[in-house]
């Protein structure tokens, strides 16, 4: 209970005791005073404030956290606590949780089998490949060559003296779900590569490399090659030559249904050819028919059709197998450049499920959510700072806070794996997706991060150590912008500079 005197009574009862204090107060020194802000680490702050404050980008808002991974000292921090749409810094979570938890070394394993005996150089019966999500098989692992695996295949093949496959090639890709894309992600990004489907069996990244050559003279149809060249993707050509001198307008889409596509525009007639890539539908067909034409044009002959266990009746599915050979991927330690370093979508997708089969049992997308969320418990970070739709940050159902992205890059830094993370993670001014950025500054060959764009997003986290040697943590996301995402990376490189320039902070 707090007992309330009246004025005058409480000020005769304390008075005795005011006056004791007054006494002692003036035979006892003054307590020092609190000590004051660092006056570098003031400057810093005043001076990140007035970068990210910039009137350009008055509508957008912006998340930034900058840490000192020597003294732990949080230096600068925006919004740290917010949701932001990450864009592709979620790579950042698949990456890192990938390989925290299925390690370095994992590998995919690819199966080949046959459905009847090998008699007298004939396999009598079908060829069935039965996928692992591996995202090796394509030219981005081969030097270019996305056939470079189907063609060491047939060489195993005639190792086991085949030379005739009476049957089919038969595609199973059922070691994940059926769901081609991630949550939420634009149906008007589906032509595109970065948005090409994801399945158990993956070839060349669901891709296909389309190039237009100028016809021979002004009013002509274009020349248009495929690569890998293949049956699987007719091409309806509705494109023209133009005067030289005229606007390159070539555009490649998919038609409505199955896995056509359609070349529209012009090309002028001094532009020697367009190159682009467009995405494929049906990875498991797309697979199996480039798998049977590798093979025939190999010297092995083959009698079926290349099909996709999933369109075959019950009946017509192979009841048994015996595994011939099996392809055993690159380690992980090596696909994550592969990942990281181009920011590739569909490997961050393949990723994910594979978490999900590996630690949950079943390869989808929620199951590998879950187990990205028991990873990132286990490491301290807080679960509702991290609301995940996908494994490679193409959908904006993603959000993520910038505190949550500095504990993963914490995490990381104490991690025995680090160094191959860190490895993986494009290099200012050197590459991946920031060779061409902060070269010929203090940055180039400095800053190891993820960078990270999507529509009116721009991101990027990761790693830099300042002039004075200290190592330090950033993450800067802005949402909502409406410049260009070169205005906002003008931003985050300035105060990048005003870190490296920043005096020891201990």
Request: hydrophobic residues 40%.
């Given at each position: 209970?707090?007992?309330?005197?009246?004025?005058?009574?409480?000020?005769?009862?304390?008075?005795?005791?005011?006056?004791?204090?007054?006494?002692?107060?003036?035979?006892?020194?003054?307590?020092?005073?609190?000590?004051?802000?660092?006056?570098?680490?003031?400057?810093?702050?005043?001076?990140?404030?007035?970068?990210?404050?910039?009137?350009?980008?008055?509508?957008?808002?912006?998340?930034?956290?900058?840490?000192?991974?020597?003294?732990?000292?949080?230096?600068?921090?925006?919004?740290?606590?917010?949701?932001?749409?990450?864009?592709?810094?979620?790579?950042?979570?698949?990456?890192?949780?990938?390989?925290?938890?299925?390690?370095?070394?994992?590998?995919?394993?690819?199966?080949?089998?046959?459905?009847?005996?090998?008699?007298?150089?004939?396999?009598?019966?079908?060829?069935?490949v039965v996928g692992s999500g591996d995202p090796t098989i394509a030219a981005d692992f081969h030097g270019g060559d996305a056939r470079a695996v189907f063609r060491a295949w047939a060489d195993s093949l005639r190792a086991h003296g085949v030379?005739?496959?009476?049957?089919?090639?038969?595609?199973?890709?059922?070691?994940?779900?059926?769901?081609?894309?991630?949550?939420?992600?634009?149906?008007?990004?589906?032509?595109?590569?970065?948005?090409?489907?994801?399945?158990?069996?993956?070839?060349?990244?669901?891709?296909?490399?389309?190039?237009?050559?100028?016809?021979?003279?002004?009013?002509?149809?274009?020349?248009?090659?495929?690569?890998?060249?293949?049956?699987?993707?007719?091409?309806?050509?509705?494109?023209?030559?133009?005067?030289?001198?005229?606007?390159?307008?070539?555009?490649?889409?998919?038609?409505?249904?199955?896995?056509?596509?359609?070349?529209?525009?012009?090309?002028?007639?001094?532009?020697?050819?367009?190159?682009?890539?467009?995405?494929?539908?049906?990875?498991?067909?797309?697979?199996?028919?480039?798998?049977?034409?590798?093979?025939?044009?190999?010297?092995?002959?083959?009698?079926?059709?290349?099909?996709?266990?999933?369109?075959?009746?019950?009946?017509?599915?192979?009841?048994?197998?015996?595994?011939?050979?099996?392809?055993?991927?690159?380690?992980?330690?090596?696909?994550?450049?592969?990942?990281?370093?181009?920011?590739?979508?569909?490997?961050?997708?393949?990723?994910?499920?594979?978490?999900?089969?590996?630690?949950?049992?079943?390869?989808?997308?929620?199951?590998?959510?879950?187990?990205?969320?028991?990873?990132?418990?286990?490491?301290?970070?807080?679960?509702?700072?991290?609301?995940?739709?996908?494994?490679?940050?193409?959908?904006?159902?993603?959000?993520?806070?910038?505190?949550?992205?500095?504990?993963?890059?914490?995490?990381?830094?104490?991690?025995?794996?680090?160094?191959?993370?860190?490895?993986?993670?494009?290099?200012?001014?050197?590459?991946?997706?920031?060779?061409?950025?902060?070269?010929?500054?203090?940055?180039?060959?400095?800053?190891?991060?993820?960078?990270?764009?999507?529509?009116?997003?721009?991101?990027?986290?990761?790693?830099?150590?300042?002039?004075a040697g200290e190592p330090m943590v950033f993450s800067m996301i802005v949402n909502h912008h409406t410049v260009t995402s070169r205005d906002a990376d003008r931003l985050a490189e300035a105060a990048l500079l005003r870190l490296y320039n920043?005096?020891?902070?201990?």
């Open positions: 209970m707090t007992m309330h005197l009246p004025k005058r009574i409480s000020t005769l009862l304390f008075a005795p005791a005011l006056a004791s204090c007054a006494a002692a107060a003036a035979s006892t020194p003054p307590p020092a005073p609190a000590p004051a802000p660092v006056p570098a680490r003031t400057g810093f702050a005043a001076a990140l404030d007035s970068i990210f404050g910039d009137t350009t980008f008055a509508g957008a808002n912006w998340g930034v956290v900058v840490k000192s991974l020597e003294t732990g000292a949080t230096l600068y921090e925006r919004n740290g606590g917010k949701m932001f749409v990450p864009a592709s810094n979620m790579k950042l979570v698949t990456g890192s949780t990938a390989l925290e938890t299925l390690g370095p070394d994992f590998r995919y394993r690819t199966v080949v089998a046959a459905t009847g005996p090998v008699a007298n150089g004939e396999l009598r019966g079908d060829l069935v030379r005739r496959i009476t049957g089919r090639v038969i595609g199973d890709d059922d070691v994940f779900d059926d769901v081609p894309y991630g949550r939420g992600w634009a149906w008007d990004d589906m032509n595109d590569d970065y948005s090409a489907e994801i399945g158990g069996l993956e070839f060349n990244l669901g891709v296909a490399g389309v190039t237009v050559a100028r016809g021979a003279a002004p009013g002509t149809a274009p020349v248009v090659t495929l690569d890998p060249a293949t049956a699987y993707i007719p091409a309806t050509v509705a494109a023209r030559t133009a005067a030289p001198g005229a606007m390159e307008q070539i555009e490649v889409t998919r038609q409505d249904t199955g896995p056509g596509i359609v070349i529209s525009g012009e090309i002028p007639a001094d532009t020697p050819a367009v190159r682009t890539l467009v995405a494929i539908r049906n990875n498991t067909a797309y697979f199996s028919t480039v798998l049977r034409e590798t093979l025939i044009a190999s010297g092995i002959a083959v009698g079926g059709a290349a099909v996709d266990q999933d369109e075959l009746a019950p009946a017509m599915r192979p009841s048994s197998r015996q595994t011939l050979f099996t392809q055993t991927s690159p380690p992980l330690s090596e696909i994550l450049h592969g990942f990281l370093k181009p920011s590739q979508n569909q490997i961050g997708e393949l990723l994910l499920k594979t978490e999900g089969r590996v630690l949950r049992g079943q390869g989808t997308a929620s199951a590998g959510i879950a187990a990205v969320d028991s990873a990132t418990r286990a490491w301290g970070l807080p679960p509702r700072r991290l609301a995940q739709a996908d494994g490679s940050g193409l959908s904006r159902y993603n959000l993520v806070a910038p505190w949550f992205l500095i504990g993963i890059l914490e995490h990381m830094r104490r991690s025995p794996n680090f160094q191959t993370f860190y490895d993986a993670l494009p290099v200012a001014g050197v590459d991946g997706t920031l060779a061409g950025r902060m070269k010929g500054t203090p940055l180039q060959g400095n800053v190891h991060a993820k960078t990270g764009t999507v529509s009116n997003v721009r991101s990027l986290s990761g790693y830099m150590t300042t002039a920043l005096p020891r902070t201990r």
